[in-house]
């Protein structure tokens, strides 16, 4: 009987986060999925904030404005990747599921080189680059959430090159926010000193091992 009840307690349990993982990523929470990656590149930069300094912009862009940060929000899927569909799956399984051995998945991670990734941004970035004119690029700090399923980044450092071409598009400044890491990629004079100073890095949580 124990066996059962811990049972029902798992499969509770995951219903409820599937359901708040549901409407976290519906239209209507994008300002909080926003301030979200904002406060996870300020946890990686070991900024402490307050409560309602992290805030949605009254006049987009940015998206999030923060002292004198001026975020523009992106986040790079799994190519393909139909997210809502993929949570409502979940859900529908964990619904029906009796035991919570079902509902159990082989996680194999993959380790994503930085290069990767960075060839990545450049060619998401580029398409960004159509919708917004030089000015206001030249004003705007982009933040890149990389959420690709299992996957790790490892590496211990950018490609020049790369970054170049990255910081060529004009941006105020560029940066990564990813599982594990940090990217501080790329930061004009006029990006926020403490972000210019960190150009290049790769910074990991204080409870976080970058790889």
Known sequence: MANRNDDREYIEGQ???LKKSLEFFSNKCKPPREKW??????EYLQIETTS???RSSEDEPPDIVFRDFRFEIKEILDNGRKRTAEYKASLAKAEQATDASSLLELYTPIKLPIANVLVRVLSEAKQWNAKYPTSVRQGLDLLIY?????????GSGLPSA???EIAALGWRSLSVVSNNCALIVAATEKAPS????LVGRILAKKNRTSN
Request: aromatic share 4%; proline share 0%.
């Open 15 to 17: 219903v409820a986060a």
């Open 37 to 42: 990656v904002v406060n996870e590149l300020l």
């Open 52 to 54: 309602d300094e992290v």
């Open 146 to 154: 990389l959420n690709l399923q299992g996957t790790t980044i490892i």
């Open 162 to 164: 790369i970054v170049l």
């Open 194 to 197: 403490f972000l210019h100073a």
